[in-house]
């Protein structure tokens, strides 16, 4: 199988060049905020010992930074989290097969994912810090601006959970409606925008119509149909759906709007949420966002919000929602490689009926970052990883997408020449297991 190059920074006129020499540094930068902002209360909180470490951490950020902007070599990594093996094996083996190591000569997705365990690496090595998400402020501040956009939405779900015997017709309406909630909350990432506020400060419903336009690749009734065929099949039989989660605060609510609807309506029966292991990319949700959102949710005064999070408790409870957060999304591979580093996790995935893939990291991860043009087959892309039928709901932020029709490339591009990493434009992606 013949494939196009990585994505990487050794191409000036990429937005992996972009991201390498200017985003990357600023993220580090804005940690080195972060600490400098906490140390007084952890020196009063922890002690001597905890300031020391904490000013590592800092030296260990100027150091990341400073090696980022000179092309340093990547070198292996040194604490003593799982992953490390695996982490060194894979650069170990790329060292031995002549390819280059550095910030702006290895591929992209190596690199990023590459620099956010570093990050980790400076707070798995202390102490006092080793739990510390130098993200997590960021993250809280973007919810709570959101917090208008999500009572609207907790709303909405409320009314629409309430309406017993739906129609057909009208289930199929709210079936896209959440899940273009769920697409476009994948605007409020805060690693594309550095940190800075990306709220949701919009109604999230009226929104959508004016969206439409934005959507280049619209899959929605394809995955409609296969989930009902998927009852009709076998009536009595249990459907099982994948929910591969990206970011935190307004995003990860409007997920669980989605995964709450799917299972509410008994368009599946059991759902497996897939969070991140360890703080990433800015704003992908861990366990810990998971918690705060549903904490934010149990304290507040509307009976609503109170009302949804104890019906997303139980959901828990009686096992229609499993919570798990495996290793491998914060490894650098893609998805072409997971049978082979997690088979576990492969073996998993084959059981569900339906994976769905958020967000644009999910997505370069899916088509191996690769370099493919914009009419290149989505199924030839996946290279393999077909464990089975998956859609992503993805805003387009990085320069790489597949089968994308004449038309809809020359109306993205008239509206902005930078259409394919600014977030504005999404696509509902499908990929059907092709039947035994
Ligand atoms: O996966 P997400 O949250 O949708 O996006 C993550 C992201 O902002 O990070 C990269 C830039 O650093 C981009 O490829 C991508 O847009
Ligand atoms: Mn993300």
Not at 175 to 183: G, N
Not at 264 to 279: G, N
Not at 398 to 427: H, P
Request: hydrophobic share 35%; glycine share 4%.
């Amino acid at each position: 199988m013949s494939l196009p190059p990585p994505l990487s920074a050794k191409d000036k006129n990429s937005f992996a060049y972009e991201t390498v020499k200017d985003r990357l540094p600023l993220i580090v930068t804005r940690i080195v905020d972060f600490l400098a902002r906490h140390r007084s209360d952890i020196l009063h909180d922890f002690g001597e010992d905890a300031d020391r470490e904490c000013k590592s951490c800092i030296g260990a950020m100027d150091k990341l930074r400073y090696e980022i902007a000179r092309d340093k070599p990547i070198v292996l990594l040194g604490d003593q989290y799982p992953d490390v093996e695996i982490w060194n094996r894979c650069l170990q083996d790329m060292r031995n097969k002549g390819q280059a190591l550095s910030w702006f000569q290895s591929p992209w997705l190596l690199v990023e994912c590459y620099m956010y365990r570093c990050i980790m690496q400076a707070f798995y090595l202390t102490k006092h810090m080793n739990t510390t998400d130098p993200f997590y402020e960021m993250k809280q501040r973007s919810f709570l601006a959101s917090e208008n956009a999500a009572h609207t939405l907790l709303s909405q779900l409320d009314n629409d959970l309430q309406m017993k015997n739906t129609e057909e017709s009208t289930l199929r309406e709210q079936f896209s409606t959440y899940m273009e909630i769920s697409l476009w909350g994948n605007r409020c990432d805060l690693s594309l925008s550095a940190g800075s506020d990306s709220s949701q400060n919009h109604d999230p419903f009226h929104q959508l119509s004016e969206l439409k336009q934005c959507l280049l690749i619209n899959h929605e009734s394809d995955v409609y149909q296969y989930i009902v065929k998927q009852h009709s099949d076998d009536f009595n039989h249990d459907i099982y759906f994948d929910l591969i989660l990206d970011n935190a605060g307004f995003e990860l609510l409007g997920d669980l709007c989605l995964a709450d609807f799917l299972i509410s309506k008994r368009l599946c029966s059991r759902l497996t949420l897939h969070l991140k292991m360890m703080p990433w990319f800015v704003s992908d949700a861990t366990r810990q966002d998971l918690d705060w959102l549903f904490s934010q949710l149990e304290k507040s005064q509307s009976e609503i919000w109170q009302k949804t999070v104890e019906r997303w408790k139980e959901h828990v409870k009686n096992g229609q929602w499993i919570i798990t957060a495996h290793q491998f999304y914060t490894l650098p591979f893609d998805y072409s490689q997971m049978r082979k580093y997690s088979s576990d996790l492969y073996t998993s995935l084959t059981n569900s009926h339906l994976l769905i893939f958020k967000g644009d990291l999910n997505y370069r991860k899916l088509v191996g970052d690769l370099k493919w043009n914009l009419n290149d087959k989505f199924d030839y892309a996946l290279r393999g990883f077909h464990p089975t039928s998956l859609v992503v709901l993805r805003t387009l932020k990085s320069d790489v997408q597949l089968e994308l029709d004449e038309q809809s490339i020359n109306y993205a591009k008239n509206l902005d020449s930078n259409w394919m990493v600014t977030g504005q434009f999404g696509v509902i992606q499908w990929w059907k297991k092709p039947d035994v």
